[in-house]
């Protein structure tokens, strides 16, 4: 059990009419009751405004975290691809509803996604979207760390997918073999990094929404 239940799928709503993402651990009466939104105060009782977000199932993946959260290198391996997989799948969902309120258009939605594969695309899409790149707009929310150590964990992870061997999980640390054959930490806590970026990804792209939404969207 950790900090992180809190902030994982289930624990964050989002306005219809303001668009702005709050989550429950802030505002602890959106656990039972819809109304009235924190930002906006739109209120109804037969249409209220706060629905769930990001809108994929209400699919707990602790289980498995837990399950692979051993000293076993492999499965801090599988954890890295995991949670790689878990935060591009909500990182989509994300992306998609943020389009549809960019582009107002559900079909130009479908468009542009239909023409993009993998998430370095889907990174890019973000900026001719908003004006803004992902990594100032995340940065501008205070999770330059954050970003930092999610790019480091994408590259591990292709490391893995692609079976190269500069990657290598030891002792709990993440580390790579440079092409001068210098091997650099980049984790130095491994089971601790996966736990921290874990918790704070949902947090940090509530932030980049409203960020944007704030800044960029022209209604
Ligand atoms: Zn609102």
Redesign the pocket.
């Given at each position: 059990m950790g900090m992180w239940h809190k902030y994982q799928i289930g624990n964050y709503k989002q306005?219809?009419?303001?668009?702005?993402v709050f989550s429950i651990a802030d505002h602890p009466y959106l656990d039972m009751r819809s109304n009235?939104?924190?930002?906006?105060?739109?209120e109804d009782e037969d249409n209220p405004?706060?629905i769930k977000w990001p809108s994929l199932g209400q699919c707990s993946f602790d289980k498995i975290y837990e399950s692979l959260a051993t000293d076993n290198e492999e499965h801090q391996k599988i954890l890295i691809v995991f949670l790689c997989s878990n935060m591009e799948f909500i990182y989509d969902s994300f992306l998609r509803r943020l389009t549809f309120l960019f582009t107002k258009s559900a079909d130009c939605t479908e468009l542009l996604f239909k023409n993009i594969e993998g998430i370095r695309r889907r990174i890019r899409l973000f900026k001719e979207i908003t004006g803004i790149s992902l990594e100032d707009a995340i940065r501008e929310c205070g999770g330059g760390g954050f970003y930092n150590d999610w790019s480091n964990l994408r590259k591990a992870r292709n490391g893995f997918a692609h079976g190269s061997e500069d990657w290598i999980v030891s002792g709990g640390k993440l580390m790579h073999l440079g092409h001068d054959k210098k091997l650099a930490t980049i984790f130095e806590d491994l089971p601790s990094k996966i736990n921290s970026i874990r918790s704070e990804f949902l947090n940090v792209f509530m932030k980049v929404n409203n960020f944007v939404i704030e800044n960029c969207l022209t209604q």
């Open positions: 306005c219809r009419k303001c668009h702005k009235p939104c924190p930002g906006c105060k739109a405004p706060m």
